[in-house]
């Protein structure tokens, strides 16, 4: 199903020097599945995260929030079949469980570890499980295992997520490499369900927040799927610091810039492919509003569209049933917008002058646009000089029956 | 597939003295289908109407506004199979010749007659099959029409909406009667789809435009199918002043109350009946927000509940996963809220306790709640003492289909 997605090969995955990953079959929700995750970081690594900015936030999400205080991150953990969200005091202490028994194993302390959990919700976490599987995913671990470490963190997703670069930094090669998941519940605010991003570039620590913020604003928080903002959505940063050049101390130096472009460039791939696998999706839609008066303006009309069911089962259908749109942005919650300067494209296809039909629009060249597997609407607001981008999927039969059978 | 809606009986219907009402096949979209109806009314109506909020609003919608600064409106003309929005210039030019053509048959003025269009976006609206269409209307205007018009303005409606009540004021009895239609594109923000409701009671006219507007908010905009606020969204309320009673010059006063009640009554009644038969609705689900610090904080809440399609989805497998509830409570933009003093009820299944699971829910009992075709979901913020509700149905593959076959 999904949009022009291939699964990596784990020959493309670059290790990142200082990172090891091992992953073990724990039964957590279900026997003969990769559910549980590690990632043990050698010492000296700097790390950043975002979360989810839904206020019901997942235990794992509060104890990650705290850990990241400490200043020598050791190891992740992460479980699928089990989200840990919804569950009160109880998933605190759970979640705080998980990340003693890793560190017991690792000889460091609770707080160096990272605890990260997707799925169910509401669900008491069967800690003693993760308990058992640990050691197996701790022998597992090998600086290869990017493409398995995908396939651990799946929950409904088809495909495995993975993507890998390298830049040259202070006359260096560095290797960055990433993975997300998530298929549904996708409107990550902060960050997606869960993505992954490692270089083994050297980067002051106190940059690693902004660092992770900036990615984030740029990737993971323009995809949306259905615009429910999960639990659960971490996004982490990691650089070991194994590389040999001098640290990075700022974003804005020539180093930062390129270290940066680089890693937002997996980061985006990470985001849009948790687009093209998104529940159902048959397509993939880029969502481009222009002429705003800011960029937060652009995103709420951008928003607007790719979440209206309408506009969604439209494009499922090769429907160039463009009012649907232009309805969306008329309801967006911009209280002075002008109907009479706003223009629409698909693609290349003028569809809407001034608000109204572009008398040179013929139907058949919407409908040429709506049969591709990959379409662009553009949105010209005609009242400034802001764009914002974000990305979509269609709404199919298939995103009724992923999630109204999902449990069962 | 409505839920729990049947069809209204003609004999039901009460007659409202000094309204007659004509409908006509026009073949405006479809031959064969009622889709043009006018009401007409005799001199000295008070009429108030509320319209969309959308800032892409309908061509009529705009003359409509204009029109009822008018001081004697005397005709509502509407057609189905076109909503005559994101037609541009062109578009206000045959709003506005519909208006004259049916204004030149009664000999009023075309600022005594209010235009609705319903039906496809952004295609022009056939003006000369409206107008060829009007003497038939015209000729079958009689007041036990009611039916009739419930008939002729709907579109993918599968159920004719239409109630009636009678109430006494100052001695007499008078008759409310309304109708409605809409199934998709249902959000309203001001109003449904489309609504009109209409008694002989006596009202001062600088009552009506607060009367609609207070009957359209505990109504109407109560009501959410998709969360897509149509362009086209009116509710129209008249008052006949046909009995004989002194006219109601206070909505605050004995008579003003009752005759509001009795409005309100069959307001509900018609923007419940939306939802009922929203697009492939299987349930219908009343969303109650409680504890909340304003009314407005409640109607947020429940709005992110009632426009989350993986709630929806849930309804519709009767699956009780409740987590995404809790997950849309912790999205739904309230920034302070704290997950630890939040419940959650399933009619009367306590689910949730200070935001984590209540050990005495069992699966079995959410289950059955679930399985019903109406459900009540209780949230409670613990945060304030405002509540407030919404309406709204499940989301099933009907929906898909309907939406992805629209307009072929």
Redesign the interface.
């Known amino acids: 199903m999904a949009v022009n997605l291939q699964p990596p090969r784990a020959g493309d995955l670059r290790p990142v020097r200082g990172l090891t990953i091992g992953v073990a079959e724990a039964g957590i929700r279900k026997a003969a599945r990769k559910d549980l995750t590690v990632m043990l970081l050698e010492p000296g690594a700097s790390v950043g995260g975002v979360f989810t900015?839904?206020?019901?936030?997942a235990a794992p999400v509060q104890v990650c929030r705290e850990h990241l205080a400490s200043p020598d991150i050791r190891a992740l953990v992460i479980n699928t079949g089990n989200?840990n969200?919804?569950?009160?005091?109880?998933?605190l202490v759970r979640a705080r469980a998980t990340c003693i028994a890793l560190a017991r194993h690792l000889e460091v302390a609770p707080e160096q570890v990272l605890p990260f959990s997707t799925g169910?919700?509401?669900?008491?976490l069967p800690l003693d499980r993760i308990e058992a599987g640990l050691p197996a995913a701790i022998g597992d671990a090998r600086p290869d295992h990017w493409l398995r470490a995908a396939e651990g963190i799946m929950t409904t997703d088809t495909v495995p997520k993975a993507f890998s670069t390298s830049v040259r930094i202070g006359g260096e090669e560095v290797a960055i490499t990433g993975i997300s998941k998530g298929a549904?519940?996708i409107?990550p605010?902060m960050a997606t369900m869960l993505g992954f991003l490692a270089t083994d570039a050297c980067v002051a620590q106190p940059l690693m927040q902004q660092l992770a913020f900036e990615l984030a604003e740029a990737s993971f928080n323009r995809a949306t799927v259905?615009?429910?903002?999960?639990?659960n959505d971490s996004f982490v940063v990691i650089a070991t610091n194994r590389a040999r050049h001098a640290p990075i101390t700022s974003l804005d130096s020539e180093e930062g810039r390129a270290l940066k472009a680089a890693l937002l460039d997996v980061a985006r791939r990470l985001a849009q492919a948790i687009v093209r696998d998104g529940e159902g999706a048959t397509k993939f839609i880029t969502v481009r509003v222009e002429g705003g008066r800011s960029g937060a303006e652009c995103r709420q009309v951008a928003y607007a569209i790719a979440?209206?069911?309408?506009v969604k089962?439209?494009f499922?259908?090769s429907?160039p049933?463009?009012?649907?749109i232009?309805?969306?942005?008329?309801?967006?919650g911009?209280?002075d917008?002008?109907?009479?300067t706003?223009d629409l494209w698909l693609d290349d296809v003028h569809v809407?002058?001034?608000?109204?039909?572009n008398p040179a629009y013929r139907e058949e060249d919407g409908q040429r646009v709506m049969k591709q597997q990959e379409i662009t609407v553009r949105v010209g607001l005609g009242r400034g000089a802001a764009a914002d981008t974000v990305w979509t999927c269609d709404?199919?039969?298939e995103?009724?029956?992923i999630?109204?059978?999902?449990?069962?």
């Open positions: 900015r839904n206020r019901f936030c989200a969200a919804g569950t009160g005091d109880e998933g169910v919700i509401m669900e008491p549904g519940m409107r605010n259905d615009g429910d903002t999960s639990t979440h209206s069911p309408l089962t439209a499922f259908a429907d049933n463009l009012g649907r232009l309805a969306a942005v008329g309801y967006a911009i209280d917008l002008d109907q009479g706003i809407a002058v001034r608000g109204g039909r709404f199919s039969h995103y009724v029956s999630n109204a059978d999902y449990r069962s």
